[in-house]
Nanobody, 116 residues
Framework: QVQLVESGGGLVQPGGSLRLSCAASGFAFRRYAMSWYRHRPGKERELVAT????????DYADSVKGRFTISRDDVKNTVYLQMNSLKPEDAAVYYC?????????WGQGTQVTVSS
């Protein structure tokens, strides 16, 4: 059974940091590109960051470049999103995604709230 379980969301003040984690199971993690998406109220779901199979270079949305870092641990089958210098506009539900040529898996999402 494929599972992507996100954790690490919560309430943080502007300028603060959070680290999201996504623990994967039930598929060959190393063969999948791993990404974080977010869905902000009133907006379309957007790609935040992605890292391809091991050794690939990460890629980021312009809005988070220099503040967010995606990384993957292929031993723990986990992908992380380190979020620094958070802004109110970063508030969203963040989703983990695993994609191959044939499959596309999603987690249930974790809420990030940025507010003073």
């Amino acid at each position: 059974q494929v599972q992507l379980v996100e954790s690490g969301g919560g309430l943080v003040q502007p300028g603060g940091s959070l680290r999201l984690s996504c623990a994967a199971s039930g598929f060959a993690f190393r063969r999948y590109a791993m990404s974080w998406y977010r869905h902000r109220p009133g907006k379309e779901r957007e790609l935040v960051a992605t890292v391809s199979s091991p050794g690939g270079s990460p890629d980021y949305a312009d809005s988070v470049k220099g503040r967010f870092t995606i990384s993957r641990d292929d031993v723990k089958n986990t992908v992380y999103l380190q979020m620094n210098s958070l802004k109110p506009e970063d508030a969203a539900v963040y989703y983990c995604n695993a994609k191959s040529f044939q499959e596309d898996y999603w987690g249930q999402g974790t809420q990030v709230t940025v507010s003073s």
